[in-house]
C-alpha cells in the first residue's frame, strides 16, 4: 500500500484503488461494483504489479515511464476538482489564481519559491487530495446524510450487499474476503468505536497507507495474502508470486536485483516487518521530492535553484494547466478563490 497517494484526471487519486485483498499470488484484481446509480470500485488501493500501494506513483508516471501532467496540476492546487477546473481556464486567468498560491506558497516572502517550499506544499495537496477523494466517497456512501457512514450504508454503496449478515452474504462469495480485510479496516478506522466513520475516520480508512496506526494492520493483510508458509517472512518467491510465469528471464532478474537492493535492507534474503511495509508503502516524502526535481528541470530558466515567480507564471501550464476557452459563469471568481485558499 505504498503511500503514498487521485482519481478524475490521472487520477492522481482514484485513486482507485485496491487492498492486499485485491492480490492473489501477486495478481491485481480489480473488480467494480454497482449500486443503484452509482459505480465504484472498493475502496482499498490499486497495487503495483509487485503488490506495493501506489495511488500516487502510478499517476505519476505511465506504464512507459513518461510523466503523467495532470499529477503535476494535481500536486499543486491539492484538488481533482481544482485542477480539471484549471485545464479549462484561460491562460490569463490561470496565471492570475497561480498568482495567489505562488503568495501562500512562498513562506520566505521574498518573492522565489525554493524547494523546500515547493515539497511542503506538495505534501500538503497529497493530504487535500487524500481528504478531498475520502470525502467524495464518504459523501456517496452516506445515506441517510448525517455525516457519518455506516458499515451497512458502505456495503450497501460499494458491494451492493444490504447487511453482513451470513444470509446477505451467502450470494457474495467471491468478494468474501475483500469485505472481510475491509471490516478490519473499518474497524482500525473507527477510534471512537460507535460503529460509524465520520470524515476524519473515513480519511483513515480510505487511505490506511497515510496513517501510521493503520500500518500494523497492513503488515498483517499482506502477511496472510503473500507468505504461503506462514514463516512470518516473504521470499522472493512469494514476492514475484504467478509474475514469475510471465516474466522472460531479463526481466526476472532485474525484479531479483531489485528485490535485493531495494527491499531486503539487511540482506537475509527474506522480508519482514519494516522492509515489508517499506515495499509495500513507498513514501510520500519521495514522491514529493521527485515532483519538485521534474517542476525545476521544466522551470528554472537562470538554473539558479530557484524558482521566481516569473519563471512560475511563464511555466504556468507545468503548474495548473489552462486553456484558451470561454470558461462562462459557472467558474468562481478569484476573490472566492482567494478566500477558500
Not at 454497482?34 to 465504484?40: D, F, M, R
Not at 501532467?69 to 484549471?86: N, P, R, T, V
Amino acid at each position: 500500500m505504498p503511500i503514498l497517494f487521485s482519481a478524475s484526471r490521472s487520477i492522481l487519486i482514484f485513486y482507485v484503488l485496491f487492498c492486499c485483498a485485491c492480490i492473489i499470488n501477486g495478481a491485481v484484481v480489480h473488480k467494480t461494483y454497482s449500486h443503484g446509480t452509482h459505480e465504484h470500485t472498493n475502496l482499498n488501493k490499486e497495487r503495483e504489479s509487485d503488490g506495493a500501494y501506489s495511488p500516487r506513483e502510478t499517476q505519476h508516471y505511465d506504464e512507459d515511464g513518461a510523466h503523467h501532467e495532470d499529477f503535476d496540476h494535481e500536486a499543486i492546487l491539492g484538488s481533482a476538482k481544482e485542477a480539471e477546473e484549471y485545464d479549462h481556464l484561460p491562460p490569463e486567468e490561470a496565471k492570475k489564481r497561480l498568482a495567489i498560491l505562488l503568495k501562500k506558497m512562498d513562506l520566505t516572502n521574498d518573492s522565489y519559491i525554493d524547494r523546500q517550499e515547493l515539497k511542503a506544499w506538495i505534501l500538503r495537496s497529497f493530504r487535500m487530495l487524500s481528504e478531498e477523494e475520502a470525502n467524495e466517497r464518504l459523501e456517496d456512501c452516506d445515506d441517510n446524510h448525517d455525516g457519518k457512514a455506516s458499515w451497512t450504508e458502505y456495503l450497501s454503496d460499494t458491494y451492493g450487499v444490504d447487511s453482513d449478515s451470513d444470509d446477505s452474504l451467502k450470494f457474495h462469495e467471491e468478494n468474501l474476503h475483500l469485505i472481510s480485510e475491509d471490516k478490519e479496516m473499518w474497524d482500525a478506522a473507527d477510534r471512537d468505536g460507535d460503529g460509524l466513520l465520520d470524515s476524519q475516520e473515513f480519511v483513515a480508512f480510505a487511505n490506511p497507507e497515510e496513517h501510521p496506526n493503520m500500518l500494523p494492520l497492513i503488515l498483517n493483510q499482506t502477511l496472510r495474502n503473500k507468505d504461503k508458509d506462514n514463516d512470518g517472512a516473504i521470499s522472493f518467491q512469494e514476492y514475484i508470486g504467478d509474475r514469475g510465469t510471465e516474466l522472460d528471464k531479463d526481466a526476472l532478474k532485474a525484479e531479483k536485483d531489485k528485490f535485493d537492493q531495494e527491499h531486503d535492507k539487511n540482506k537475509d534474503g527474506v522480508l519482514t516487518g519494516q522492509e515489508i511495509l517499506s515495499w509495500i508503502v513507498p513514501s510520500n516524502e519521495d514522491i514529493a521530492d521527485e515532483e519538485v526535481l521534474h517542476l525545476f528541470a521544466h522551470s528554472d530558466d537562470d538554473h539558479d535553484d530557484l524558482l521566481s515567480f516569473d519563471e512560475v507564471l511563464d511555466h504556468h501550464e507545468t503548474f495548473v494547466g489552462s486553456e484558451a476557452t470561454d470558461y462562462g459563469d459557472h467558474l468562481h471568481n478569484i476573490h472566492q478563490f482567494d478566500d477558500e485558499l
